[in-house]
């Protein structure tokens, strides 16, 4: 395109960012209020409030049901994680283990490069 | 500009118009096309670097990443992920990923990173993380490497807590420090001041009533910063469906920007009082667990990366951290970009990895 002044696409995408940062701008003014931040506390801490509430209520009611409760639910994820927690340090002692035994000379393709690495002279090439 | 010129230019765009109008339509198909796909298809596999998982203990998991130069640095780096996000914004896919070029120019790498914890785990606070998990894994690091000292890199919220590690234990083993778009005058995080502003912020009674702080709180108080950046971007997206390249940065960013985590309750608790209201880390007052943790005890060489359009860590929040700091080997090194584009986009690509990989190279052997 000759022009990308005259290009609708163009004006289109300018317009959009333009209104993008316009309203982020009046947003953040608007944000940096002591009422919005007052008005945004008072909503958050009682929807806090109110969740703490059904959550216990919920509780009740799902035991009333013989049903798991979301937090018996977790319990269970939790024991879940700890137990892949602990295959993941026998994996890791293992994984040392081996390392250990590698013998240095002919090695078995794990053992880990050399730590004699030096930066590359100032002009020289990346090794 | 003369008449006869713009007589001219308006001709050449008459006679580009048919082009243009084919180009469009073709874009429109492929827009219906791609679109259906993009929602039947899952994103590209992200974090894929070959690593293995040396510790996890609740919230805090150790990876090490394998090795893939023939020769690598004598000093390994441990990365202090930001606990609000998950670490596989370093390393995105092959050709994106920080932990890949750091590999490839021979650096042997370890990565601090967090997982949702868990809702016994609310009574974490400041004091495990700085006293007890970044020295644990500065420890499995030694165990592992078989070397005393260490690079640590922290990005963002993780360069807070690698600053708070540093400025207590000043004596060793850290050996150089790298921070990443750091905060450490809070004050000026102007907006996130004005959410937690103590006269109507109740922190107490929101850690009371649901333990841990959820991740949709913590990633509606990142998106209120920029309220209408998450639909513009969507039109954005809409309007470049048919492209697959950006696509697939976008699925990558976004994927990663909703991954939000859960921040432990008693962590929150000492975040807002200690450094939202108090910012005893620029007054030098802050101490974690009974240990004064002033920076300016940090002397060891530091690099502070920052993002010229920052809009979480404003560059006001962080310029002091270079001054404050005691080390007589230090840089801010200014770039442009955004929070998450200095450290992950191509910028960083082009800038500021071959930055960090000239500065850190001398001094990590």
């Given at each position: 395109m000759a022009d990308k002044?005259?290009?609708?696409?163009?004006?289109?995408?300018t317009m959009?960012?333009?209104?993008?940062?316009g309203?982020?701008?009046?947003?953040?003014?608007?944000?940096?209020s002591?009422?919005f931040?007052r008005?945004?506390?008072?909503?958050?801490?009682?929807?806090?409030?109110?969740q703490?509430?059904?959550?216990?209520?919920?509780?009740?009611y799902?035991?009333?049901?013989n049903?798991?409760?979301?937090?018996?639910?977790?319990?269970?994820a939790e024991?879940?994680q700890?137990?892949e927690?602990?295959?993941?340090e026998?994996?890791?002692?293992?994984?040392?283990v081996?390392?250990n035994?590698?013998?240095?000379a002919g090695?078995?393709g794990?053992a880990?490069?050399p730590?004699?690495?030096?930066?590359?002279?100032p002009?020289?090439e990346?090794? | 500009m003369?008449?006869?010129a713009?007589l001219?230019l308006?001709?050449?765009?008459?006679?580009?118009?048919?082009?243009?109008?084919?180009s469009?339509v073709?874009?429109?198909i492929?827009r219906?096309?791609k679109g259906?796909?993009?929602?039947?298809?899952?994103?590209?596999?992200?974090?894929?670097t070959p690593?293995?998982?040396?510790?996890v203990r609740g919230t805090?998991n150790?990876?090490?990443y394998?090795p893939?130069?023939d020769e690598i640095?004598r000093v390994?780096?441990?990365?202090v992920m930001a606990t609000t996000?998950?670490g596989?914004?370093?390393?995105?896919v092959?050709?994106?990923s920080?932990?890949e070029?750091?590999?490839?120019?021979?650096?042997?790498?370890?990565?601090l990173?967090?997982?949702a914890?868990k809702?016994e785990?609310?009574?974490?606070?400041?004091?495990?993380y700085v006293?007890?998990?970044i020295?644990d894994?500065?420890?499995?690091?030694?165990?592992?490497s078989g070397?005393t000292?260490?690079?640590?890199?922290?990005?963002?919220?993780?360069?807070?807590?690698?600053?708070?590690?540093?400025a207590?234990?000043?004596?060793?083993p850290?050996?150089?420090l790298?921070?990443?778009?750091?905060?450490?005058d809070?004050?000026?995080?102007?907006?996130f001041?004005?959410?937690?502003?103590?006269?109507?912020?109740?922190?107490?009674?929101?850690?009371?009533?649901?333990?841990?702080?959820?991740?949709e709180?913590?990633l509606?108080s990142?998106?209120m910063l920029?309220?209408a950046?998450?639909a513009a971007?969507?039109v954005?997206?809409?309007?470049n469906?048919w492209?697959d390249e950006f696509?697939k940065s976008?699925r990558?960013?976004?994927?990663?920007?909703?991954?939000?985590l859960p921040?432990?309750g008693?962590y929150?608790?000492d975040?807002?009082?200690?450094?939202?209201?108090d910012?005893k880390?620029?007054n030098g007052?802050m101490s974690v667990?009974?240990?004064?943790?002033?920076?300016?005890?940090?002397?060891?060489p530091?690099l502070h990366?920052?993002?010229?359009?920052?809009h979480?860590?404003p560059?006001?929040?962080a310029?002091h951290?270079?001054?404050?700091?005691?080390?007589?080997?230090?840089?801010e090194?200014?770039l442009?970009?955004g929070h998450v584009?200095l450290?992950?986009?191509?910028?960083a690509?082009?800038?500021?990895w071959p930055?960090?990989?000239?500065w850190?190279?001398?001094?990590?052997?």
């Amino acid at each position: 395109m000759a022009d990308k002044s005259n290009d609708p696409v163009v004006l289109w995408q300018t317009m959009i960012g333009e209104m993008e940062k316009g309203f982020n701008s009046f947003a953040n003014q608007a944000m940096a209020s002591p009422e919005f931040s007052r008005a945004m506390n008072q909503a958050g801490g009682a929807a806090a409030g109110a969740q703490k509430q059904l959550g216990e209520l919920m509780e009740k009611y799902l035991l009333a049901m013989n049903l798991p409760s979301r937090s018996q639910l977790v319990g269970m994820a939790e024991r879940l994680q700890s137990i892949e927690g602990q295959l993941n340090e026998i994996k890791a002692l293992l994984h040392q283990v081996h390392h250990n035994s590698a013998a240095p000379a002919g090695g078995y393709g794990t053992a880990r490069p050399p730590r004699t690495k030096r930066p590359p002279s100032p002009g020289g090439e990346q090794k | 500009m003369n008449a006869s010129a713009g007589l001219g230019l308006a001709a050449r765009d008459l006679a580009e118009l048919p082009d243009r109008i084919q180009s469009e339509v073709q874009r429109a198909i492929q827009r219906s096309i791609k679109g259906v796909e993009y929602f039947s298809t899952s994103g590209p596999s992200l974090g894929s670097t070959p690593k293995d998982i040396l510790h996890v203990r609740g919230t805090m998991n150790l990876y090490h990443y394998r090795p893939i130069a023939d020769e690598i640095y004598r000093v390994p780096i441990l990365i202090v992920m930001a606990t609000t996000n998950r670490g596989y914004i370093l390393d995105m896919v092959p050709g994106q990923s920080f932990i890949e070029f750091l590999l490839k120019r021979g650096y042997d790498v370890y990565m601090l990173d967090w997982t949702a914890p868990k809702p016994e785990e609310k009574t974490l606070g400041m004091e495990d993380y700085v006293l007890d998990f970044i020295p644990d894994c500065v420890r499995r690091v030694q165990q592992d490497s078989g070397e005393t000292d260490i690079t640590v890199i922290g990005y963002c919220f993780g360069g807070v807590l690698s600053l708070l590690y540093g400025a207590i234990f000043n004596d060793g083993p850290m050996k150089n420090l790298i921070c990443f778009t750091t905060p450490i005058d809070f004050r000026e995080m102007k907006l996130f001041q004005n959410f937690s502003d103590r006269r109507y912020f109740d922190v107490d009674r929101l850690i009371d009533s649901v333990g841990n702080v959820p991740p949709e709180m913590i990633l509606s108080s990142f998106e209120m910063l920029r309220p209408a950046s998450r639909a513009a971007s969507q039109v954005q997206l809409w309007e470049n469906i048919w492209n697959d390249e950006f696509v697939k940065s976008y699925r990558m960013f976004d994927r990663w920007a909703t991954d939000t985590l859960p921040l432990a309750g008693e962590y929150f608790r000492d975040i807002t009082k200690d450094l939202m209201w108090d910012n005893k880390l620029y007054n030098g007052t802050m101490s974690v667990g009974g240990r004064k943790a002033d920076i300016a005890d940090i002397k060891v060489p530091i690099l502070h990366a920052v993002a010229e359009h920052d809009h979480i860590v404003p560059y006001d929040a962080a310029k002091h951290l270079i001054a404050r700091v005691g080390s007589k080997d230090k840089e801010e090194v200014m770039l442009k970009g955004g929070h998450v584009s200095l450290v992950a986009g191509a910028n960083a690509i082009k800038r500021l990895w071959p930055k960090l990989d000239s500065w850190l190279g001398g001094k990590s052997t």
